[in-house]
């Protein structure tokens, strides 16, 4: 792969770190349910080299990925990381033994989150924390999330966090977090089928901030569409390569596709090749946003 190929680059508001756009989101690394080790944890170590190799320089994880197993698995992978990889990781919840989500929100659990992420990738100082709002569901709830932010900055003040990100917030909360600290990137929820953050996009793009998208192939439901496909069999792509290439448009998007598949790996990162008319995004932007973009 080349730079072109991935979409070319974007940089980290307030920051030097400047990645290729599609990068590699590793939640799918864990084991089913984003709980324990994979079935073939020698196969993860593989696809994570395999990113890599082919150019990918951002990877987006957890340590309550599994919980631990993402970034041990990128440990076993890359460590000693190359000089130009940057991992973003993220706060705010927990997993129980249960295996549900709960939020972890309070000053000692951020703390002993940026703690475990920093044993777990052996790092000394983490590239960019995002502060991950728990939130409803998948979307946002509005809400003061000073006291996690301002948490956050302390740990930065203190050498373990280089950068702060959000994820999972709204407008509002971004506007409070920018009067405490620099916005590195906005990690969302966004795709073809989920376009609730338009304007958040947009606003984002006039501040030099990156946009990054959750789940931009659907998450845990893959995106489904009549046109989806039917662009695919024009361009002779897959309906998610084009999901994919839709979302590079926007010039302030940084993609972190997921996958523990090889071949999808490659089918994600080749999503950067194609070129969309204006006809074909014109059908695209069509798609109507509702769960399954069925049309």
Same mark, same amino acid.
């Given at each position: ?184 990137? $906005?990690?969302?929820?966004? @795709? &073809? !089928?989920?376009?609730?953050? +338009?304007?958040?996009?947009?606003? *984002? %793009? #006039? ?55 090889? $071949?999808?790996?490659?089918? @994600? &990162? !080749?999503?950067?090749?194609? +070129?969309?008319?204006?006809?074909? *995004? %014109? #059908? ?12």
């Amino acid at each position: 792969m080349t730079e072109a190929t991935l979409g070319g680059r974007l940089t980290f508001a307030g920051t030097s770190l400047t990645v290729r756009r599609i990068g590699y989101g590793a939640m799918q690394l864990a084991g089913p349910g984003v709980w324990g080790p994979p079935k073939s944890p020698d196969t993860a170590v593989a696809v994570l080299r395999e990113a890599v190799a082919a150019g990918v320089n951002h990877i987006d994880t957890s340590d309550y990925y599994g919980p631990h197993i993402t970034n041990q698995l990128i440990r076993c992978a890359l460590h000693p990381y190359p000089a130009d990889l940057v991992i973003v990781t993220k706060l705010g919840a927990r997993r129980p033994a249960d295996q549900s989500w709960q939020p972890a929100v309070s000053r000692a659990e951020l703390v002993s989150g940026v703690h475990d992420n920093l044993r777990n990738l052996r790092l000394e100082a983490l590239d960019v924390v995002n502060y991950r709002s728990m939130g409803s569901g998948h979307g946002p709830e509005e809400g003061s999330i000073a006291e996690q932010v301002g948490a956050l900055v302390d740990l930065k003040a203190k050498g373990l966090i280089r950068h702060i990100g959000l994820s999972n917030v709204t407008s509002a909360q971004v506007a409070e977090a920018r009067a405490l600290t620099d916005v590195a990137c $906005v990690q969302n929820l966004y @795709n &073809l !089928a989920h376009r609730e953050d +338009e304007a958040l996009v947009e606003a *984002l %793009a #006039r501040q030099h901030i990156p946009y990054v998208p959750f789940f931009p192939l659907g998450g845990f439901t893959p995106l489904q569409s009549a046109t989806l496909s039917s662009v695919g069999e024009e361009l002779s792509a897959t309906p998610l390569q084009v999901a994919l290439a839709w979302l590079l448009r926007r010039p302030n998007m940084l993609l972190i596709p997921g996958t523990s598949s090889p $071949v999808h790996l490659r089918e @994600n &990162l !080749a999503a950067g090749t194609l +070129e969309l008319s204006p006809r074909q *995004l %014109a #059908r695209l932007d069509g798609i109507a946003a509702s769960s399954g973009a069925s049309d």
